[in-house]
Protein backbone atom coordinates (compact mmCIF):
# COMPACT_ATOMS: atom_id res chain seq x y z
CA UNK A 1 0.00 0.00 0.00
CA UNK A 2 1.18 3.28 -0.90
CA UNK A 3 -1.27 5.58 1.16
CA UNK A 4 -2.35 3.49 3.87
CA UNK A 5 -0.52 2.94 6.83
CA UNK A 6 -1.43 0.74 9.73
CA UNK A 7 -5.44 0.83 10.24
CA UNK A 8 -5.08 0.43 13.97
CA UNK A 9 -5.14 3.60 16.77
CA UNK A 10 -1.03 4.66 17.65
CA UNK A 11 -3.00 6.36 20.80
CA UNK A 12 -6.08 6.12 22.72
CA UNK A 13 -7.77 9.25 21.27
CA UNK A 14 -5.97 9.28 17.65
CA UNK A 15 -6.51 6.97 14.79
CA UNK A 16 -3.50 7.30 12.30
CA UNK A 17 -3.79 6.03 8.44
CA UNK A 18 -3.54 7.33 5.04
CA UNK A 19 -0.28 9.25 6.69
CA UNK A 20 -3.11 11.68 8.17
CA UNK A 21 -4.03 11.80 12.18
CA UNK A 22 -7.81 11.60 13.46
CA UNK A 23 -8.31 12.97 16.99
CA UNK A 24 -10.86 11.08 18.66
CA UNK A 25 -12.05 12.64 22.18
CA UNK A 26 -13.73 10.77 24.94
CA UNK A 27 -15.11 12.32 28.38
CA UNK A 28 -17.18 9.97 30.90
CA UNK A 29 -20.53 11.00 31.15
CA UNK A 30 -21.25 13.01 34.48
CA UNK A 31 -24.62 12.85 36.31
CA UNK A 32 -25.55 14.77 38.93
CA UNK A 33 -27.50 13.54 41.91
CA UNK A 34 -27.32 15.50 44.69
CA UNK A 35 -30.44 14.34 46.78
CA UNK A 36 -29.41 10.71 45.82
CA UNK A 37 -29.73 10.03 49.70
CA UNK A 38 -32.71 12.21 51.24
CA UNK A 39 -34.38 9.83 47.92
CA UNK A 40 -32.96 6.69 49.44
CA UNK A 41 -34.21 7.31 52.70
CA UNK A 42 -37.52 8.23 51.59
CA UNK A 43 -37.54 5.21 49.43
CA UNK A 44 -36.66 3.24 52.75
CA UNK A 45 -39.49 5.24 55.06
CA UNK A 46 -41.91 3.76 52.50
CA UNK A 47 -40.63 0.40 51.94
CA UNK A 48 -40.15 0.16 56.13
CA UNK A 49 -44.02 1.02 56.34
CA UNK A 50 -45.30 -1.79 54.08
CA UNK A 51 -43.22 -3.98 54.82
CA UNK A 52 -45.66 -5.82 57.37
CA UNK A 53 -48.41 -4.68 55.11
CA UNK A 54 -50.85 -7.26 55.47
CA UNK A 55 -53.45 -7.94 52.82
CA UNK A 56 -57.13 -9.01 54.77
CA UNK A 57 -60.34 -9.33 53.22
CA UNK A 58 -61.45 -5.95 54.92
CA UNK A 59 -58.71 -4.20 53.48
CA UNK A 60 -58.50 -5.57 49.98
CA UNK A 61 -59.49 -2.50 48.88
CA UNK A 62 -57.07 -0.30 50.78
CA UNK A 63 -54.75 -2.84 49.65
CA UNK A 64 -54.91 -2.27 46.12
CA UNK A 65 -54.56 1.19 46.22
CA UNK A 66 -51.10 0.75 48.30
CA UNK A 67 -50.02 -1.33 45.61
CA UNK A 68 -50.98 1.27 42.77
CA UNK A 69 -49.30 3.54 44.86
CA UNK A 70 -46.64 1.58 44.77
CA UNK A 71 -45.92 1.10 41.30
CA UNK A 72 -46.61 4.45 40.10
CA UNK A 73 -43.74 5.26 42.25
CA UNK A 74 -41.23 2.29 40.88
CA UNK A 75 -42.94 3.61 37.33
CA UNK A 76 -41.68 6.86 37.91
CA UNK A 77 -38.38 6.48 39.15
CA UNK A 78 -37.93 3.59 36.14
CA UNK A 79 -38.70 6.24 33.59
CA UNK A 80 -35.89 9.08 34.75
CA UNK A 81 -33.50 6.09 34.72
CA UNK A 82 -34.07 5.41 31.13
CA UNK A 83 -34.41 8.92 30.27
CA UNK A 84 -30.75 10.01 31.78
CA UNK A 85 -29.12 6.74 30.27
CA UNK A 86 -30.06 7.90 26.85
CA UNK A 87 -29.13 11.18 27.18
CA UNK A 88 -26.06 9.61 28.62
CA UNK A 89 -25.86 7.05 25.37
CA UNK A 90 -26.64 9.06 22.65
CA UNK A 91 -22.65 10.49 21.99
CA UNK A 92 -21.88 7.06 22.30
CA UNK A 93 -24.64 5.37 19.88
CA UNK A 94 -23.70 8.46 17.06
CA UNK A 95 -20.26 7.44 17.50
CA UNK A 96 -20.66 3.69 16.60
CA UNK A 97 -23.20 4.69 14.18
CA UNK A 98 -21.01 7.02 12.29
CA UNK A 99 -18.05 4.87 12.54
CA UNK A 100 -20.14 2.00 11.28
CA UNK A 101 -20.92 4.06 7.74
CA UNK A 102 -16.85 4.16 7.61
CA UNK A 103 -16.55 0.82 8.08
CA UNK A 104 -19.43 0.03 5.49
CA UNK A 105 -17.46 1.81 2.64
CA UNK A 106 -14.36 0.20 3.47
CA UNK A 107 -15.87 -3.41 3.69
CA UNK A 108 -17.63 -2.53 0.30
CA UNK A 109 -14.11 -1.67 -1.51
CA UNK A 110 -12.55 -4.87 0.36
CA UNK A 111 -15.07 -7.31 -0.85
CA UNK A 112 -15.31 -6.24 -4.26
CA UNK A 113 -11.24 -6.73 -4.27
CA UNK A 114 -11.37 -10.01 -2.34
CA UNK A 115 -13.89 -10.89 -4.91
CA UNK A 116 -11.97 -10.26 -7.64
CA UNK A 117 -8.96 -12.29 -6.26
CA UNK A 118 -11.07 -15.08 -5.45
CA UNK A 119 -12.35 -15.41 -8.87
CA UNK A 120 -8.62 -14.87 -10.20
CA UNK A 121 -7.55 -17.39 -7.75
CA UNK A 122 -10.47 -19.95 -8.97
CA UNK A 123 -9.40 -20.05 -12.60
CA UNK A 124 -5.88 -20.71 -12.14
CA UNK A 125 -6.84 -23.38 -9.85
CA UNK A 126 -9.41 -24.51 -12.61
CA UNK A 127 -6.30 -23.98 -15.12
CA UNK A 128 -4.25 -26.20 -12.83
CA UNK A 129 -6.84 -28.98 -12.33
CA UNK A 130 -7.29 -29.29 -16.77
CA UNK A 131 -3.61 -29.41 -17.12
CA UNK A 132 -3.07 -32.42 -14.11
CA UNK A 133 -6.00 -34.21 -15.66
CA UNK A 134 -4.18 -33.80 -19.56
CA UNK A 135 -1.34 -34.93 -18.41
CA UNK A 136 -3.14 -37.75 -16.51
CA UNK A 137 -4.25 -38.82 -19.69
CA UNK A 138 -1.32 -38.31 -21.89
CA UNK A 139 0.58 -41.09 -18.85
CA UNK A 140 -2.26 -43.51 -18.57
CA UNK A 141 -2.16 -43.98 -22.69
CA UNK A 142 1.41 -44.72 -22.63
CA UNK A 143 0.94 -47.66 -20.32
CA UNK A 144 -2.41 -48.60 -22.00
CA UNK A 145 -4.43 -47.54 -18.51
CA UNK A 146 -7.54 -46.41 -18.26
CA UNK A 147 -7.00 -42.50 -16.87
CA UNK A 148 -10.48 -42.93 -14.80
CA UNK A 149 -8.47 -45.37 -12.46
CA UNK A 150 -6.12 -43.01 -11.16
CA UNK A 151 -7.34 -41.35 -8.03
CA UNK A 152 -6.92 -37.78 -8.25
CA UNK A 153 -5.66 -35.85 -5.29
CA UNK A 154 -7.16 -32.44 -5.17
CA UNK A 155 -4.11 -30.99 -3.68
CA UNK A 156 -2.36 -31.09 -6.90
CA UNK A 157 -4.82 -27.80 -7.84
CA UNK A 158 -2.93 -25.89 -5.14
CA UNK A 159 -0.11 -23.38 -6.20
CA UNK A 160 2.10 -24.68 -3.84
CA UNK A 161 2.11 -28.30 -4.83
CA UNK A 162 5.17 -28.81 -7.08
CA UNK A 163 4.86 -30.90 -10.31
CA UNK A 164 7.34 -33.04 -9.34
CA UNK A 165 5.45 -34.30 -6.54
CA UNK A 166 2.33 -35.03 -8.80
CA UNK A 167 4.27 -36.40 -11.30
CA UNK A 168 5.40 -39.05 -8.65
CA UNK A 169 2.29 -39.91 -7.40
CA UNK A 170 0.53 -40.25 -10.88
CA UNK A 171 3.46 -42.62 -11.76
CA UNK A 172 3.34 -44.92 -8.96
CA UNK A 173 -0.33 -45.26 -9.00
CA UNK A 174 0.06 -46.15 -13.06
CA UNK A 175 2.79 -48.76 -11.86
CA UNK A 176 0.77 -50.44 -9.84
CA UNK A 177 -2.61 -50.52 -12.26
CA UNK A 178 0.17 -51.75 -15.00
CA UNK A 179 0.92 -55.06 -12.30
CA UNK A 180 -2.19 -55.34 -11.39
CA UNK A 181 -3.51 -55.13 -15.43
CA UNK A 182 -0.48 -58.25 -15.88
CA UNK A 183 -1.62 -60.21 -13.15
CA UNK A 184 -4.98 -60.28 -14.42
CA UNK A 185 -4.28 -60.80 -18.29
CA UNK A 186 -1.83 -63.84 -16.64
CA UNK A 187 -4.99 -64.87 -14.73
CA UNK A 188 -7.22 -64.83 -17.93
CA UNK A 189 -4.84 -67.02 -19.39
CA UNK A 190 -5.45 -69.61 -16.43
CA UNK A 191 -9.27 -69.26 -16.65
CA UNK A 192 -9.15 -70.12 -20.18
CA UNK A 193 -6.95 -73.21 -20.14
CA UNK A 194 -8.83 -74.78 -17.38
CA UNK A 195 -12.22 -73.95 -18.75
CA UNK A 196 -10.83 -75.73 -22.03
CA UNK A 197 -9.60 -78.46 -19.58
CA UNK A 198 -13.56 -78.58 -18.02
CA UNK A 199 -15.15 -78.36 -21.02
CA UNK A 200 -16.79 -75.04 -19.69
CA UNK A 201 -17.83 -71.70 -20.90
CA UNK A 202 -15.06 -68.91 -20.24
CA UNK A 203 -16.86 -65.49 -19.48
CA UNK A 204 -18.79 -66.10 -16.55
CA UNK A 205 -15.32 -67.05 -15.20
CA UNK A 206 -13.57 -64.48 -16.23
CA UNK A 207 -15.83 -62.44 -14.68
CA UNK A 208 -15.62 -63.87 -11.49
CA UNK A 209 -11.58 -62.85 -11.67
CA UNK A 210 -12.49 -59.10 -11.33
CA UNK A 211 -13.78 -59.37 -6.98
CA UNK A 212 -12.20 -62.88 -6.59
CA UNK A 213 -8.36 -64.95 -6.61
CA UNK A 214 -6.96 -66.66 -9.05
CA UNK A 215 -6.78 -69.89 -6.81
CA UNK A 216 -10.85 -68.93 -5.98
CA UNK A 217 -11.46 -69.16 -8.69
CA UNK A 218 -10.41 -72.39 -10.57
CA UNK A 219 -11.30 -73.83 -7.46
CA UNK A 220 -15.02 -73.11 -7.99
CA UNK A 221 -14.77 -74.15 -11.77
CA UNK A 222 -13.59 -77.61 -10.87
CA UNK A 223 -15.76 -77.83 -7.81
CA UNK A 224 -18.63 -76.84 -10.67
CA UNK A 225 -17.53 -79.23 -12.73
CA UNK A 226 -17.62 -81.91 -10.68
CA UNK A 227 -21.48 -80.69 -9.57
CA UNK A 228 -22.35 -80.91 -12.75
CA UNK A 229 -21.16 -84.19 -13.89
CA UNK A 230 -22.86 -85.63 -10.75
CA UNK A 231 -25.97 -84.34 -11.72
CA UNK A 232 -25.64 -85.49 -15.48
CA UNK A 233 -24.71 -88.74 -14.24
CA UNK A 234 -27.87 -89.13 -12.16
CA UNK A 235 -29.71 -87.75 -14.92
CA UNK A 236 -28.52 -90.01 -17.13
CA UNK A 237 -28.75 -93.08 -14.89
CA UNK A 238 -32.56 -92.44 -13.84
CA UNK A 239 -33.13 -91.99 -17.34
CA UNK A 240 -31.93 -94.82 -19.08
CA UNK A 241 -33.17 -96.97 -15.62
CA UNK A 242 -36.99 -95.31 -16.87
CA UNK A 243 -36.20 -96.22 -20.20
CA UNK A 244 -34.80 -100.21 -19.36
CA UNK A 245 -38.45 -100.81 -17.95
CA UNK A 246 -40.36 -99.69 -21.33
CA UNK A 247 -40.91 -102.25 -23.83
CA UNK A 248 -39.75 -101.32 -27.39
CA UNK A 249 -42.59 -101.99 -30.43
CA UNK A 250 -41.38 -100.58 -33.41
CA UNK A 251 -40.10 -97.39 -33.22
CA UNK A 252 -42.08 -96.50 -30.00
CA UNK A 253 -41.21 -97.28 -26.21
CA UNK A 254 -44.17 -97.67 -24.14
CA UNK A 255 -45.10 -98.59 -20.51
CA UNK A 256 -45.52 -102.42 -20.32
CA UNK A 257 -48.17 -101.76 -18.03
CA UNK A 258 -50.14 -99.14 -19.01
CA UNK A 259 -49.40 -99.64 -22.89
CA UNK A 260 -48.51 -96.01 -22.99
CA UNK A 261 -46.36 -94.64 -25.60
CA UNK A 262 -43.32 -92.90 -23.60
CA UNK A 263 -40.79 -92.55 -26.20
CA UNK A 264 -40.46 -92.49 -30.01
CA UNK A 265 -37.18 -93.95 -31.44
CA UNK A 266 -34.84 -92.25 -33.85
CA UNK A 267 -32.44 -93.42 -36.62
CA UNK A 268 -29.87 -90.94 -38.10
CA UNK A 269 -26.42 -90.01 -39.11
CA UNK A 270 -23.92 -87.82 -38.73
CA UNK A 271 -20.85 -86.11 -39.78
CA UNK A 272 -18.29 -83.89 -37.70
CA UNK A 273 -15.87 -81.62 -39.10
CA UNK A 274 -12.94 -80.13 -37.54
CA UNK A 275 -13.24 -82.39 -34.23
CA UNK A 276 -10.19 -82.12 -31.61
CA UNK A 277 -9.48 -85.39 -29.74
CA UNK A 278 -10.57 -84.00 -26.58
CA UNK A 279 -14.08 -83.14 -27.80
CA UNK A 280 -13.93 -86.51 -29.37
CA UNK A 281 -13.73 -87.80 -26.44
CA UNK A 282 -16.20 -85.94 -24.39
CA UNK A 283 -18.54 -87.00 -27.23
CA UNK A 284 -18.17 -90.20 -26.86
CA UNK A 285 -18.79 -90.32 -22.65
CA UNK A 286 -21.43 -88.64 -23.26
CA UNK A 287 -23.54 -91.41 -25.89
CA UNK A 288 -21.86 -93.74 -23.70
CA UNK A 289 -23.06 -91.93 -20.34
CA UNK A 290 -26.68 -91.27 -22.63
CA UNK A 291 -27.03 -95.18 -23.44
CA UNK A 292 -26.90 -94.63 -26.85
CA UNK A 293 -26.19 -97.29 -29.46
CA UNK A 294 -23.97 -95.96 -32.81
CA UNK A 295 -22.22 -97.35 -35.59
CA UNK A 296 -21.42 -96.64 -39.08
CA UNK A 297 -24.01 -96.51 -41.84
CA UNK A 298 -23.47 -100.19 -42.78
CA UNK A 299 -23.90 -101.03 -38.91
CA UNK A 300 -27.24 -98.86 -39.14
CA UNK A 301 -28.50 -100.35 -42.56
CA UNK A 302 -28.49 -104.19 -41.07
CA UNK A 303 -30.44 -102.83 -37.80
Known sequence: MTKMQ?????????????NKKFAVTFEPA??????????????????NEYANWEVKPERIK????????????????????????KQADAPVTEF?????????????????IDQGIKQLEDKEKADR????????????DVSGIDPNQIEYDSKWDLKTTRFETIDKSINQQIQILVAKQLEFE?????VKLQAQTLGLPESHWINELTSK?????????TAYKKDVAAIAKKQAETKQKEQKDLKKQ???????ETGEVKEKLYDFSLEFYGVTSYQMDQLKRFIKDMGIKAGNAHTLKRR
Open 6 to 18: ELVPNKVNQISFA
Open 30 to 47: KINFPEYDQMAQTVDQIA
Open 62 to 85: ESKAVRADLNRLKTGINRVKIDIS
Open 96 to 112: KRNIKVLLDKINATSSK
Open 129 to 140: HSINIRYIAKLA
Open 186 to 190: ENVKA
Open 213 to 221: SLSTVLQEM
Open 250 to 256: GKYLVDP
